[in-house]
């Protein structure tokens, strides 16, 4: 380890949700969720935020040009390939950030190089090196990314690692791109490169670990060990196959064992939970119950030895307190003769900050609910702000929803819907409610489409629970197989359906939209960059 890692006692989080989160299929977010989301991320503290891939989109480019001019304090990262194309178009998506990164990486492994990239290790190189000091050309922090680092050759990685900082790299990522690694072996890889590329200490070491073998978290924590100070990481572990390594485990592992790990981190771990929440609900991919830190029974105790040591002390079964990671345990019950300002003391509670329209909305969603619950819980009104909260164009909107079925009779469903300034009825008959409904639906919004995936959950285990629901749908005209997914809570979970079918299909023709306009234009061949020096802004972070 170099002199300036033994000293150094803070691993930098560089948050991929919106980049390699994404990657997941279904996990299609638009650009007003990514903002959004990027903000809560600069609520968290996290160190960077890999805001998206600008060549790889025209949506993608606006999403990191709206973050790189609206998300203030991380650094914001745009990635891109070694070619000077790649590289062009992501410093003109984030060059208004007051912190922005360039990200830029190639293959290094044999088969890579050989089966994906077709070159020799000498263009690599090549390629490498002409692309940190184009990026360099713009800005100041280069990021630099030999991907599938962890099936790369050692001696090959060392010197491509050492002409990439040669070439003004300040920052060098070691990815475990296919989840191949085992922990003991990552954290001597990282060790090793640190110790034998002789400009090691000119950068900073990160590494990105994929779950592929369910041990990214450990791979990190193991690299960390060893000398690694970012790490790459999402928010509930979201990314493609498997996923990627878990933010909030990592931090809390830190944080729950820096006796071990001697490091810290700047996140506000407070904001954790509510984080897991949003992301979460903007992309339909619920939380597994327990998932780690996050998830639903992480804090829960049923067994009786269990409960008896938690009510006599809390560290006997609980190595981290809730409130640590933002779940509020509240005395504060709200219901029907609760008012505005004791509800809008709730949200503060809870972290949420409404404008006066979406407050006027969400307060009568509280009152409706009161009057059919007796008791409203803070995850009912989570669920509440969240369905509120959530940003999408409203091409189709639902006013009502009327089913018969039972009794022998089959399912036959009413429903209305506002369609501009239209409003418009449809029935249907279905093999269930639920399918009755979504033949209305379709039938009023005249798409063609899928329902991939779907289900319902309960916010809480009462009785008259408010009920979740998630519908994942595709185009059927549309060849990639590109997946879209809608949320929605009710006290009727029939209701919640269709909210969450027509979110759905609002997303899908939002995204077809995007994708209908202009593609970006190519960068000039052989311009050579100017450098620019971005302005800070005085405005504050999040």
Not at 142 to 149: G, K, R
Request: with cysteine; proline share 3%.
């Amino acid at each position: 380890m170099n002199a300036k890692q033994k000293t150094e006692d803070t691993v930098y989080i560089f948050d991929t949700t919106l980049r390699d989160g994404e990657q997941s299929p279904g996990c299609t977010m638009n650009v007003q969720e990514k903002l959004k989301l990027a903000q809560q991320l600069a609520r968290l503290n996290v160190d960077a935020i890999e805001a998206g891939f600008p060549m790889s989109s025209q949506g993608d480019f606006d999403a990191v040009e709206l973050i790189a001019q609206n998300v203030f304090g991380p650094a914001i990262v745009g990635l891109c390939r070694t070619g000077f194309a790649d590289i062009d178009r992501a410093w003109n998506a984030i060059k208004a950030s007051e912190r922005p990164r360039i990200h830029t990486f190639i293959a290094t492994s044999p088969v890579h190089m050989k089966k994906k990239l077709e070159m020799t290790p000498r263009q690599v190189v090549k390629a490498a090196v002409d692309g940190v000091k184009r990026a360099k050309g713009y800005c100041s922090e280069i990021e630099f990314s030999p991907e599938d680092a962890s099936r790369s050759e050692f001696d090959f990685l060392c010197e491509v690692v050492e002409k990439v900082i040669a070439a003004g790299a300040t920052h060098v990522n070691i990815p475990d791109t296919v989840g191949y690694a085992i922990p003991e072996e990552f954290g001597k890889l990282i060790g090793n490169l640190i110790k034998h590329v002789p400009n090691s200490g000119k950068a900073i070491f990160s590494v990105h670990c994929h779950n592929d073998l369910g041990l990214a978290v450990a791979n990190s924590l193991a690299a960390i060990q060893n000398g690694a100070r970012q790490c790459e990481c999402t928010i509930n572990g979201l990314g493609e196959r498997a996923g990627n390594a878990s933010l909030e485990e990592i931090v809390m592992g830190i944080h729950t064992r820096r006796d071990i790990m001697q490091v810290k981190t700047n996140i506000i771990t407070q904001e954790i939970y509510r984080t897991s929440r949003m992301v979460s609900n903007i992309t339909g991919f619920n939380v597994q119950p327990n998932k780690a830190i996050v998830g639903r029974n992480a804090f829960a105790h049923e067994a009786g030895i269990h409960q008896h040591g938690v009510l006599r002390d809390k560290r006997t079964y609980e190595i981290m307190d809730a409130e640590t990671v933002g779940i509020v345990k509240s005395s504060l019950v709200l219901g029907k003769h609760s008012g505005r300002h004791a509800f809008n003391d709730k949200l503060i509670e809870l972290g949420y900050v409404l404008d006066h329209g979406m407050m006027n909305k969400a307060f009568a969603r509280f009152k409706n609910l009161c009057d059919q619950k007796k008791e409203v819980t803070d995850a009912d009104i989570q669920s509440i702000i969240e369905d509120e909260l959530t940003i999408v164009d409203e091409v189709f909107r639902l006013e009502s929803v009327h089913v018969m079925c039972g009794g022998g009779a089959r399912s036959t469903a009413m429903i209305v819907m506002q369609v501009g300034d239209r409003r418009m009825e449809q029935a249907a008959i279905g093999v269930g409610p639920i399918d009755a409904v979504y033949q209305c639906i379709k039938k009023i919004a005249k798409v063609d489409i899928q329902l991939v995936d779907f289900s319902v959950k309960s916010v809480t285990g009462s009785m008259d629970a408010l009920g979740e629901a998630t519908a994942r749908i595709s185009d059927v005209n549309d060849k990639s197989g590109k997946l879209f997914t809608g949320r929605g809570s009710n006290l009727d979970i029939v209701e919640a359906s269709a909210r969450a079918y027509v979110m759905a299909i609002n997303k899908m023709l939002h995204w077809q939209k995007a994708a209908q306009e202009k593609p970006p234009a190519k960068a000039e061949a052989g311009k050579k960059p100017v450098r620019k020096t971005a302005k800070k802004k005085a405005a504050p972070r999040g």
